[in-house]
């Protein structure tokens, strides 16, 4: 099996040195000038990184994500898988499979750290190249879910999830900030993992319904938060942002 890695930062790194451990011939190109990961061939253009490659990763970040398919498109072998493994919106997924021109490409969602798990990181992967990426990458022990649906599909709901998570790491640091500004930041630290520890269906069900329930007196709750906020001179963005999101709620604007 060759392997073509484009993007060589700490995710492309992390897949070719894995790759490249597991056996596979690996290619590698960066628009910067980097160390080669062990293992791993650095190519002068994106053209000779994939010149014969079974797969191609391609981790250039979303900005370059249509470049490099538009560099490679030309030198790829028919039965070549093209993933996509940017973190983008559908549309940016869609038009990097148009301009490959080949029914192999795959919309890959990566959900977790990559330098944590390598291969094995979870993904989603969608479009008419899903099956044959999720056969290629599955001897390497990867965990992969394959979803209906054409390019875009897998990093649509990565950016569904993505609300909850950002929002999640955001409304954290927001209440650690406020916890410092009053002299209390490990005791609002302990009180957010004792939460997240016991998270799982009941907690997000009481967090719903418990939100539909009780929006006009948690608005209110949120309200005097963000007043102390202030006299604290704390961050208030997502405690504004929930104020207007439980005012929506309580109006009947949001289900």
Not at 13 to 22: F, G, S
Not at 30 to 57: F, H, S, W, Y
Request: with cysteine.
């Amino acid at each position: 099996m060759r392997a073509a890695v484009l993007g060589l930062g700490e995710a492309g790194r992390r897949y070719a040195t894995d790759l490249a451990a597991a056996g596979v011939t690996v290619s590698g190109y960066d628009t910067r000038d980097v160390e080669p990961p062990p293992g791993v061939a650095v190519a002068t253009g994106v053209a000779e990184a994939v010149r014969g490659a079974d797969l191609v990763l391609s981790l250039t970040t979303a900005a370059g994500a249509l470049d490099a398919v538009h560099a490679a498109a030309a030198h790829l072998g028919p039965d070549t898988v093209y993933a996509d493994l940017n973190t983008a919106a559908p549309g940016r997924k869609e038009a990097a499979a148009r301009a490959l021109h080949t029914g192999r490409f795959a919309d890959v969602a990566v959900l977790a750290p990559v330098p944590r798990d390598g291969v094995r990181t979870p993904v989603l992967v969608s479009g008419p190249g899903a099956e044959a990426y999720a056969r290629l990458m599955d001897r390497f022990g990867g965990q992969i879910e394959v979803v209906p649906g054409g390019p875009g599909a897998a990093s649509g709901r990565k950016l569904l999830r993505s609300i909850f998570m950002k929002c999640l790491a955001t409304t954290v640091l927001e209440a650690l900030a406020a916890g410092r500004a009053a002299g209390c930041q490990d005791w609002v630290r302990d009180q957010i993992v004792n939460e997240l520890d016991a998270a799982g269906p009941a907690l997000v069900e009481r967090l719903v319904t418990g939100t539909y329930q009780h929006a006009e007196r948690r608005r209110h709750e949120m309200e005097d938060v963000k007043s102390y906020l202030d006299e604290l001179g704390a961050p208030t963005e997502m405690t504004a942002a929930s104020i207007a999101w439980l005012a929506a709620v309580s109006a009947g604007q949001r289900r």
